[in-house]
Each structure stands twice: as structure tokens, then as C-alpha cells.
């Protein structure tokens, strides 16, 4: 019998736990989390601050999901480190708690600069339920917002936002919304939707002072240009909570290294979703992924082999899927590249044409189609024949092939002239894959 124990308690974690049980019905089960509630649906507490969804239907697993598995759950308690020579983790209360096998599901933090007046009250990061939370307890007396960041999580609290009558303004550094999953075309149709809505975005843009006495009233631009608000949101991005295994011989990079067993360089210590770095299918190299699905890919594979199974997790790349004011966008694996040569377009007027002829096509080629009249935007990114990445928007609904395509480096060259037409679907390449069976699941 053995003693499992899983640091954090979210989708890798419960994926840990399922797969444990499924090989191992007796041995202990101990899941640590520094939060104060059963795993809930990361994912959606937008949905919650937006008002669309109750707190109730965040629920991932509740209590029972922990009793009837026979799990240990320590709620509120923070592990400060891991120490990998004794197997155990120490707590911040001091506490240690042994272990045979070690999951690090921790997760990731939001990133806060060090921007002047960071800490006044009434400024939050936006990764958690109690963030979303204590958010919402300050919109009764909040008419104006700011949110630093144009990324993913920024564009889910504007909108949230927004849906509760709140006044928003998103301060973007760089030149474009969602810089990490779309290209300036597709983000230049975000920002026009979110615009369309009441959703101001100011790009080039940089907070250098958060005014207030105590409490927030305004927001100073590097610019010079002020304007009051009572609500701050910092959506700079995030990084894996890699602090409680600093000064260990577990390495790490930008998250904790894994193989393809899920392990770190440390054999019975294991890591999976935000926090671990492991095999990109389209870059080649080690990337975290920090995606909920891939979460639990990772913490299944890692909660098998922790009960002693070899199961290989092939890689994972990274994909995002969102919808704002009723567009639809897909980001699949690489989303941009440059130099690109070799560039066919299509927009709602005009046929496909090339740049240059097929025997002087560079290794990476570019493949568009763009009708801004019906909101509908198409890229495909080719590096020697092999799909490599896709942006969607508008119309989503043949997502999976290309997500197949990805996957499996299925050399498109048979049907590549009707990849950007609207009726290309699994039909399409079904004689081209590995595993038929599984071609509409």
C-alpha cells in the first residue's frame, strides 16, 4: 500500500485521483490545496462574475467525489516546500505530511508589476473563486473599472465586467489584444467587437500609477493621461507556482520539467497541468500549456504511472477557445510566424492566390481568408506540408479537423486547395488519418 500525496486540487488533480483509483482502491490519498473550496471550474468564473452562471454549477466535484474515493482533503493549508531527500512536504503551519508518490498540481499565479499604488484596495488578480468573489462584492459601489492586460483572462474580466453595467477600460501594452493566441488581423476583429460593445481598449498603453488614498480613485498612464476608477484587475499573465520545490533538485525552467511519464527529474515526484513544462507537438521544445483540458490529460497519464503503470503522454499544444458579444474564435497550436515567404490568400471577393510559384514555396507558408462584412477570419500555417497552427473566427465549427491534422502531422498536400473553403470536414481527410475509428468522437 502506498501513500499518494497531490499538491493543489483542480482539474490535473481530480484527473490524479481518478486514475490512481482506478488501478489502486486501498492505498492513502492526501490532496493539499491553499484554497478554501471543493475543485471548481477555473474556467468559469467569468461566467460567475459576468452573472450568467451560479456559484453552484462551478462545482467540478463536490465533498462526495473526495468521501466515496477515500481521499484525505486538506483545505486553507499552503505547502511552503517539498523536500524531496525525506518525502515529505512541510506546510506553512509547519506541519509535514509523508509521501510514497508526489503530485505537483499547483497550478499558476497572475503576474502583478511593480506599478505604484499595486497594493491599494480595490486592485485584484482574476485566477481564482475568491478573487472573483471579492470582486463582485465591490460592484455595488463601482460605476468605472480598469483592467491591465489584453490577454485571455484581462478580455474575460472586461467582458464580465461590462455584462454587470460596469464602465471598462483595458489598458493593453502592446499593439494587440490576445498577442499569445491570435495574429494582428484576428485581434484587430476582437477589439472592434469588444468596442462595438462598450468595452473601450486602449493599445500602446501602460499603467504607470495607481492613485488613491488607501482605496483606488484613478488610473495614471505612462502617457500622462489619468482617469478615475474605483476597480483595478491585473491580467499581466502568469507563472507556475514553482516556489515550493526552489532549492531542490527538481528542475524547472519557466514550470517544472516532466518526460513523457509526467515525471521530474526527481522519479517519485510528478507534475501536471499550469505548473509543468512538457513536450509541444508543434514547437518541438518544452512549453507549458496551461489549458484545462490538458490539465487533465496530464494528470491522468501522471496519476497512472504514479500506481505504477508506464503510460507515455505524447505532448500536448496549446489552444484556446473563447466568444465575446457573440464571436467565436479558435487559437490551435502556433498562431504566427516570420518570416513567412510563400503567403495564399482568399478574402470574400477575390479567388486564391499565391505569391509566388509552387516550386519556390518556402518551408513555412501562410493561408488566409478574410471577409470582414460577415466577421469571418481563416489562417493556416504550414511548415513542410504539416499543419502546424490555425486561427479561427467566426465560423469554429470544423475546429476538430484541423485540430486532428495538428496532432497526428498528417501531410496536407492532397486536399491543401480546399482547406480554406467552408464546407472542408472530416469527410475530407478521413483516408488520410491513423485511427479511423475515432475520426467523430
Request: glycine residues 8%; hydrophobic residues 40%.
Amino acid at each position: 500500500m502506498k501513500n499518494f500525496v497531490i499538491v493543489g486540487n483542480s482539474a490535473a488533480a481530480v484527473a490524479c485521483i481518478e486514475a490512481i483509483r482506478q488501478k489502486d482502491s486501498v492505498s492513502k490519498i492526501t490532496v493539499i490545496s491553499d484554497e478554501n473550496y471543493s475543485s471548481y471550474c477555473r474556467c468559469l468564473i467569468s461566467y460567475y462574475l459576468a452573472g450568467d452562471v451560479k456559484e453552484d454549477k462551478l462545482v467540478y466535484r463536490g465533498p462526495d467525489f473526495y468521501r466515496e474515493n477515500n481521499v484525505e482533503l486538506i483545505l486553507n493549508k499552503k505547502v511552503e516546500r517539498v523536500d524531496p531527500k525525506k518525502n515529505r512536504v512541510i506546510l506553512e503551519d509547519k506541519n509535514q505530511i509523508g509521501y510514497d508518490e508526489l503530485l505537483i498540481a499547483t497550478g499558476a499565479r497572475p503576474k502583478f508589476p511593480e506599478t505604484k499604488g499595486i497594493k491599494r484596495k480595490g486592485v485584484f488578480g482574476f485566477r481564482t473563486l475568491k478573487d472573483a468573489k471579492d470582486i463582485d462584492n465591490m460592484l455595488a459601489v463601482t460605476k468605472t473599472a480598469c483592467v491591465l492586460g489584453g490577454g485571455l483572462i484581462g478580455l474575460k474580466a472586461a467582458y464580465a465586467l461590462k455584462k454587470r453595467n460596469i464602465e471598462v477600460k483595458v489598458i493593453v501594452k502592446s499593439g494587440q489584444v490576445l498577442s499569445q493566441m491570435l495574429d494582428a488581423e484576428s485581434a484587430a476583429m476582437v477589439k472592434k467587437r469588444l468596442q462595438e460593445h462598450g468595452v473601450e481598449v486602449m493599445l500602446g498603453e501602460d499603467a504607470a500609477e495607481i492613485i488613491g488614498e488607501g482605496d483606488v480613485k484613478a488610473v495614471k498612464l505612462e502617457s500622462g493621461k489619468v482617469f478615475g476608477c474605483s476597480l483595478v484587475i491585473v491580467a499581466k499573465g502568469v507563472a507556475p507556482n514553482i516556489d515550493l520545490i526552489k532549492e531542490t533538485s527538481v528542475e524547472v525552467n519557466e514550470g517544472i520539467l516532466a518526460n513523457n511519464l509526467l515525471q521530474t527529474s526527481v522519479a517519485n515526484i510528478y507534475a501536471a497541468g499550469d505548473v509543468c513544462e512538457n513536450f509541444d507537438l508543434t514547437s518541438g521544445k518544452a512549453a507549458v500549456n496551461a489549458l484545462w483540458p490538458i490539465a487533465v490529460e496530464q494528470g491522468k497519464a501522471a496519476g497512472a504511472n504514479m500506481s505504477g503503470e508506464k503510460l507515455e503522454y505524447g505532448g500536448s499544444l496549446g489552444m484556446n477557445s473563447l466568444e465575446f458579444f457573440g464571436l467565436a474564435i479558435i487559437s490551435l497550436g502556433i498562431y504566427k510566424v516570420s518570416p513567412v515567404r510563400n503567403i495564399a490568400q482568399q478574402d470574400g471577393n477575390a479567388g486564391i492566390s499565391n505569391g509566388v510559384s509552387p516550386d519556390q514555396r518556402s518551408a513555412v507558408e501562410e493561408f488566409k481568408f478574410h471577409d470582414p462584412k460577415s466577421n469571418l477570419y481563416k489562417k493556416l500555417i504550414l511548415k513542410n506540408k504539416v499543419l502546424i497552427g490555425a486561427i479561427l473566427v467566426g465560423d469554429i465549427k470544423n475546429s476538430g479537423v484541423f485540430l486532428r491534422l495538428i496532432r497526428e502531422k498528417i501531410n496536407v498536400s492532397p486536399f491543401q486547395d480546399k482547406m480554406l473553403q467552408e464546407n472542408f470536414g472530416f469527410p475530407d481527410i478521413i483516408e488520410f488519418v491513423r485511427d479511423k475509428e475515432k475520426m467523430y468522437v
